[in-house]
């Protein structure tokens, strides 16, 4: 009797520490409305990490690429090629805001499928204003890196540039290192009832710019050199849509 009780807690524990299935995937029918809410930032981030890190600073750097537009289009392009869908840009500055504001619950909903009641109440909101079916957000979060001190991995927020003096250039025999990157998520939710059925993000690549040219001083990089982040910077952009939507069933993965 103790013994299947135990078990039983033990179980029941394990299942309320876990996150939900997800379910099967929605079918979509002509004339489903589709939100798109974009709370990316419109500077790039970089953070340098020196040999002893006694120099190592983060800091925004304004450009002119506008990757929030940028992800809108290959958002509502991807959506249009398909005539169930009907794409509903939402530019609210309050409503933007909030999504701010909820930034952590989104990712909690995203990696864990944990929907606050919070999150739940935005998008049932946000849906009844709008006549939406599928809500999809998108934004920066902060995460590990696939680069390491150690055995410890870096972790970058937003998308830019990670730089890193390396012992072996101070004397002379290897290069300092340079690493786009983009720390993106792509987050669908179904509004009726309220649940999360797709999620995306890049996959970051561990390679070097081998033609970036090192500054003398690494905290004033030349317009030309931030220049060549910005087309690995809309490919990682491109992973991320893509991959939100396999993940809902709104395109093919053809």
């Not at 893509?242 to 093919?252: C, V």
Request: glycine share 4%; charged share 20%.
């Amino acid at each position: 009797m103790i013994r299947h009780l135990t078990a039983s807690l033990v179980t029941a524990f394990l299942c309320f520490g876990c996150a939900s299935d997800p379910g099967p995937k929605p079918t979509f029918q002509d004339g489903t409305r589709v939100g798109i809410l974009n709370s990316l930032e419109s500077y790039l981030t970089h953070r340098h990490i020196t040999i002893r890190r006694t120099n190592s600073f983060t800091k925004q750097i304004k450009v002119d690429w506008n990757i929030p537009a940028y992800l809108d289009a290959k958002m509502s392009d991807a959506l249009k090629k398909d005539k169930r869908f009907v794409v509903v840009p939402i530019k609210s500055t309050q409503i933007q805001s909030r999504l701010k504001q909820l930034s952590d619950q989104i990712d909690s909903a995203a990696t864990r499928d944990r929907i606050s009641q919070n999150l739940v109440d935005f998008i049932e909101n946000l849906a009844s204003a709008d006549n939406l079916d599928v809500i999809i957000m998108a934004q920066s979060f902060s995460g590990e890196s696939p680069w390491k001190i150690g055995s410890n991995p870096i972790v970058v927020r937003g998308y830019g540039l990670l730089t890193r003096n390396t012992l072996l250039a101070v004397v002379g025999f290897r290069k300092n290192w340079a690493h786009p990157y983009a720390q993106i998520r792509v987050v669908v939710f179904k509004t009726r009832p309220v649940a999360r059925i797709g999620a995306g993000r890049p996959k970051l690549t561990k390679g070097i710019m081998d033609n970036f040219k090192w500054p003398a001083d690494i905290n004033n990089i030349p317009q030309t050199e931030l220049d060549q982040l910005r087309p690995r910077i809309q490919a990682y952009v491109d992973q991320a849509v893509k991959n939100a939507l396999i993940s809902a069933n709104m395109i093919s993965a053809e």
